[in-house]
């Protein structure tokens, strides 16, 4: 009987962490779409989307290049610049928000003061940030890519999605930009909860994301473009200093990146359940 007790109590605790994990995404899910720094988001995601706009539209010799194989060359080096700056910045605006928007409107309280765990809030607002930031860059590095193959016309691109590599890399690339607004989004999150201030860390976390290719290989794994980089479906040229380590292949990216991840997710909940709310502070 007691047994049984404890699993249905067990089963019972798992069913309300659930709902209240649902019910945190679902209210901040509309804050992260709708509010004011979604509006950068969106800008971040897009933006590119017109630049590349007017170059497919820009009368150029098609003739000149294989098709949309070199299309999708492009497509490289611009996706390298949409992770490094638009996905980047999108998580320095939306994901250290998350609590530093809540504490400046004194709002913070009103979560803190309901029945649930600090770390389920902290990984219910994570979610919904997660969920409203990838699903932008899944529609904008799609548009991207699919505007950079249409300057040599429907069949070649459909040709070329599927009869080619085109679509393959596509879903790459997908992966990829997802797991960067987690690695991103989440790294955001926990500096959001260590400093007032989160100017200096983001700059400090910019210069050791673009000093990666630098670093020695021990050191590339503590960095989120180090998994990034080895999801790539085309290689990047290497620079001419870069410290070349071996290649991860695609399945350890992943596992990497997702205990990445977790970890840093793990210490920001950590922070969060020591959190001494003191809004005078601020």
Not at 1 to 14: Q, V
Not at 85 to 94: A, I, M, R, T, Y
Request: hydrophobic letters at 55%; charged letters at 10%.
């Amino acid at each position: 009987m007691s047994e049984a007790a404890g699993s249905t109590g067990n089963t019972l605790d798992g069913r309300l962490a659930l709902r209240q994990l649902v019910g945190t995404m679902r209210l901040d899910l509309r804050r992260s779409m709708l509010s004011p720094r979604s509006l950068a988001v969106y800008f971040l995601a897009f933006a590119p989307l017109a630049l590349v706009g007017v170059w497919a539209l820009t009368p150029f010799p098609t003739d000149e290049f294989d098709g949309p194989q070199d299309g999708s060359m492009v497509f490289t080096v611009l996706f390298q610049l949409y992770i490094r700056v638009s996905v980047f910045f999108s998580g320095l605006f939306l994901f250290v928000s998350l609590y530093r928007s809540e504490i400046l409107e004194r709002s913070l309280h009103y979560y803190l003061l309901t029945p649930i765990r600090r770390e389920l809030l902290a990984l219910g607002k994570y979610a919904a940030a997660l969920i409203a930031a990838a699903a932008t860059f899944v529609v904008g590095t799609t548009a991207i890519y699919l505007t950079v193959l249409s300057p040599w016309g429907t069949a070649a691109m459909t040709n070329y999605l599927f009869s080619g590599p085109g679509l393959a890399n596509l879903i790459q690339y997908l992966i990829t930009v997802v797991l960067g607004c987690a690695g991103y989004g989440a790294l955001f999150l926990l500096i959001g909860v260590l400093f007032r201030n989160p100017v200096l860390p983001a700059a400090a976390l910019w210069v050791w994301e673009a000093a990666n290719p630098l670093l020695p290989s021990f050191l590339k794994h503590l960095s989120v473009i180090y998994y990034l980089q080895s999801l790539y479906p085309v290689p990047l040229a290497r620079g001419l200093f870069e410290v070349v380590g071996d290649p991860a292949p695609m399945w350890a990216s992943i596992v990497g990146a997702i205990v990445f991840i977790t970890f840093v997710l793990g210490v920001a909940s950590w922070r969060v359940r020591k959190m001494d709310l003191a809004y005078g502070g601020e």
